[in-house]
């Protein structure tokens, strides 16, 4: 422990757009140091079994909505959607964090499969990027992406690739070149086409999972009261979301936190035409060649 402690303290290091919560370099991308620590502990010691299923992400890009989605497509049989634990908890208290010693937190349901973590692709333990384990990924406009909170800071932070585990491009490319070269591996999802129209993500989701949905349960609704059930109003009006707190390693975060508006493109709202177009050079920059 004592080594990785000194490992990331000699980590190229930067303030970061939160004051006190400084990010370090490793492995290509930036993180604060408590994450780092269980990311080293993980890559080190954890075993993946080839029933997991990781539910991945970058921070501000559905990460809330993704969880609660496969939380309610895999625990259909358990609960309906009056007993569902999504009622009474944010969906990140749900679903266990990846970490050293495997499901971390004691919120584990006996048999759920999912794992949440954040870190990139070429990051995770080797164990989950050798196994026959699932791994689901949401990206969202990276315009939509990053804090806003002191807004212009946090702006040019995350184009310099200094937001938590960036640069936000690379993780959300390493996760879509995974699932191109192993589709049954890696599913690759958008937030902004997942909004448009849910159901037939929530249909894709569960088959892809090993979860699919039956032409009886499909006959009585069961997709469209998942969907109901995950999107943002439902979640963003619980009392537990409105005034509840989550306790992060270090910090604690209010739920509130994780529901800001939900809205697709709301970054017109915010983005200077200057913002908008650098953005879009480094997109076009880190995408060249991909079709995308
Ligand atoms: P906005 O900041 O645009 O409102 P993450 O969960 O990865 O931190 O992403 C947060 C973003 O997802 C926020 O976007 C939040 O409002 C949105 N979000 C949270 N729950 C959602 C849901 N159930 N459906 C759609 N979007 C949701």
Redesign the pocket.
Known sequence: MENVKDTIANLPKDDGWNAGYPLYHYQGFWCSPNFIEDIILSQEGFKAEPTDIFVC?A???????LK?LTFAIVTRTRYDTSTSPLLRKVSHDCIPTLSNSGKKLDICEPGLPLISTQTPYHALPKSILNSDCKVVYICREPK?AFN?LSLEKAFVLFCEGKSFYGPYLDHVLGFWKASQEKPQKVLFLN?EEM?KDTEPYVKKLAEFMGYPISREEGEVGAVQEIVRL???E???NLDVNKTGVKQQTKAKVENNF??????VG?WKNYLTTEMEERLDKLMDQTFAGTGN
């Open positions: 992400s921070p501000k890009s559905g990460s809330t909505w609660a939509d806003h937030y909004m995950c999107s943002f439902n979640p963003s994780y529901f800001r508006k939900g809205k709301d």
